[in-house]
């Protein structure tokens, strides 16, 4: 338990500060190239959910998605619960970058109403969607998750003897 609240709170401190001084430093949609053709930092707040899906929700909508989080962040606690005894180092590694990318999202909502994104990856004129540690967090925890399933082996069940 103690390595998922590490990482957990690793990685709701760097967001935090690295939103922070994105808010200070950056204005709303005015890009800052960082790799010409491939990588700017850009100033979004997002209100809708991963990626961008239902940004342009009513008001009320965004309650509903900070609700929404709570509950994902509940059910994910649950899952902590039961993966962690038997998962190890990466289990509770990815989980903990779970968490942590949960918190600070919804740390942004409850705040500001939406999410604070800027990094913004390109190709000419396609860009993945804005995204910030958090969602980096988020990423790489469920790959971690998803690669221990993965590797590891189911557990073999007793076959049924016939009658």
């Given at each position: 338990m103690t390595r998922?609240?590490?990482?957990a709170v690793l990685v709701v401190i760097l967001d935090q500060v690295t939103?922070?001084?994105?808010?200070?430093?950056?204005?709303?949609?005015?890009p800052i190239r960082v790799v010409d053709g491939f990588c700017s930092?850009?100033?979004?707040?997002n209100p809708g959910l991963a990626f961008?899906?239902?940004?342009?929700?009513?008001?009320?909508?965004?309650?509903?998605v900070a609700v929404l989080s709570?509950?994902?962040?509940?059910?994910?606690?649950?899952?902590?619960?039961?993966?962690?005894?038997?998962?190890?180092?990466?289990?509770?590694?990815?989980?903990?970058?779970v968490v942590?990318?949960?918190?600070?999202?919804?740390?942004?909502?409850?705040?500001?109403?939406?999410?604070?994104?800027f990094l913004d990856f390109y190709w000419r004129s396609y860009h993945w969607p804005a995204?910030?540690?958090?969602?980096?967090?988020?990423s790489v925890g469920v790959t971690l998750l998803a690669l221990r399933m993965l590797l590891t082996p189911a557990p073999v069940l007793?076959?049924?003897k016939p009658g």
């Amino acid at each position: 338990m103690t390595r998922i609240a590490v990482a957990a709170v690793l990685v709701v401190i760097l967001d935090q500060v690295t939103k922070a001084i994105a808010l200070e430093r950056l204005s709303p949609g005015m890009p800052i190239r960082v790799v010409d053709g491939f990588c700017s930092l850009t100033l979004v707040f997002n209100p809708g959910l991963a990626f961008g899906m239902l940004a342009e929700p009513p008001p009320a909508w965004r309650w509903i998605v900070a609700v929404l989080s709570l509950g994902a962040l509940a059910v994910l606690l649950v899952l902590i619960g039961r993966l962690l005894p038997t998962g190890g180092a990466m289990t509770a590694c990815g989980l903990g970058l779970v968490v942590g990318g949960a918190v600070g999202n919804l740390i942004d909502r409850v705040r500001f109403g939406a999410v604070v994104d800027f990094l913004d990856f390109y190709w000419r004129s396609y860009h993945w969607p804005a995204f910030n540690v958090a969602d980096s967090a988020i990423s790489v925890g469920v790959t971690l998750l998803a690669l221990r399933m993965l590797l590891t082996p189911a557990p073999v069940l007793p076959r049924e003897k016939p009658g």
